[in-house]
């Protein structure tokens, strides 16, 4: 499995983006999704995860109610629609699938495969 995360870039605060992540292979469907962040100096976090089915969604606290996270089987694209960004929102975003692993859905850990990552800055 592939993944390339895209949909980054500048943007004041109050603003909105929409990351994408496209994935290569046939799995996808069966794949639980995940996105993550890490800003400079700091740890890489969770930020939201989405079953296979979508049925399943989990948000990390800070971005409940700004952040959204969906998916298009047919199109092998997970997204994260972000809105009232803040500059503390600041970071490379990374797309993350996991297979093989249960357990948490915050812990990176658990996750097979992971994009590139796109950064996002968010000006104040």
């Known amino acids: 499995v592939q993944l390339q995360a895209s949909g980054g870039g500048l943007v004041q605060a109050g603003g909105s983006l929409r990351l994408s992540c496209a994935a290569s292979g046939r799995t996808f469907s069966s794949s639980s999704m995940g996105w993550f962040r890490q800003a400079p100096g700091k740890e890489r976090e969770f930020v939201a995860a989405i079953s296979g089915s979508g049925g399943r969604i989990y948000y990390e606290d800070f971005v409940k109610g700004r952040f959204t996270i969906s998916r298009d089987n047919a199109k092998n694209t997970v997204y994260l629609q972000m809105n009232s960004l803040i500059p503390e929102d600041t970071a490379v975003y990374y797309c993350?699938?996991?297979?093989?692993?249960?357990?948490?859905?915050?812990?990176?850990?658990?996750?097979?495969?992971w994009g590139q990552g796109t950064q996002v800055t968010v000006s104040s």
């Open positions: 993350a699938a996991r297979i093989t692993y249960t357990g948490s859905y915050a812990y990176t850990g658990n996750y097979d495969y």
